[in-house]
């Protein structure tokens, strides 16, 4: 489980072909990596990758066909920029949101539009994720916790404080780019739970 809040801007070291339709990449990431070993989980862009091997900063993470499919890490190339978290640990503050690291899907960068302290970025989403997306609730881009401003049809705003802008991805994206999305878990559990109540299949 991870909460959103990145601790560090890593960078994609190299990406090598395993064949059968999976990927092995290298990420640099020196803070997340001063304590990670083998087993571990690092999200990247929101995704939850498990740690293979580390060398000098550098990790190495096995990415499934799947994985490739349903997000961006697929267009990444060397150099790069990613959002790193590693997983929550117990007993500590959790400052974000709950956060599983398994993508939703890919949404875009829609427009942005500057302000005096803070940016507003719009982003389009699919349509199946739209019904978990509320204004003021919480949504992960790219791994980053974001308290959703404003909703449409098939888009959400957020506003980008300087910390977020500078620290994140998020600062350098422009209309077009990719990012991955995962709506608030505890929304689809609701949902799934009432269409359960009103099948009959709670009491």
């Known amino acids: 489980m991870f909460t959103g809040i990145v601790e560090e801007l890593g960078e994609i070291v190299r990406t090598t072909d395993t064949g059968g339709d999976s990927a092995l990449v290298a990420i640099r990431g020196p803070l997340v990596t001063s304590d990670a070993r083998h087993g571990d989980s690092i999200a990247v862009n929101g995704v939850c990758l498990t740690v293979v091997d580390v060398d000098g900063g550098v990790f190495t993470a096995d990415v499934m066909g799947e994985t490739l499919r349903r997000t961006a890490l697929g267009a990444l190339r060397p150099g790069d920029p990613v959002n790193l978290e590693r997983a929550a640990a117990l007993g500590s503050r959790l400052g974000g949101h709950i956060v599983q690291g398994h993508v939703d899907g890919v949404g875009e960068v829609v427009s942005r539009e500057p302000a005096a302290q803070w940016e507003t970025v719009r982003f389009r989403l699919p349509a199946a994720?739209?019904?978990?997306?509320?204004?003021?609730?919480?949504?992960?881009?790219?791994?980053?916790?974001l308290t959703v401003a404003e909703v449409g049809d098939d888009w959400f705003a957020v506003g980008l404080i300087p910390t977020t802008l500078k620290l994140t991805t998020l600062g350098a994206k422009g209309a077009g780019d990719p990012v991955n999305l995962e709506v608030d878990v505890l929304a689809k559990y609701v949902e799934r739970l009432l269409g359960d109540r009103q099948a009959g299949g709670v009491r």
């Not at 003021?136 to 790219?142: A, E």
């Open 129 to 145: 994720l739209a019904r978990y997306v509320v204004e003021k609730g919480s949504v992960t881009v790219d791994g980053v916790s």
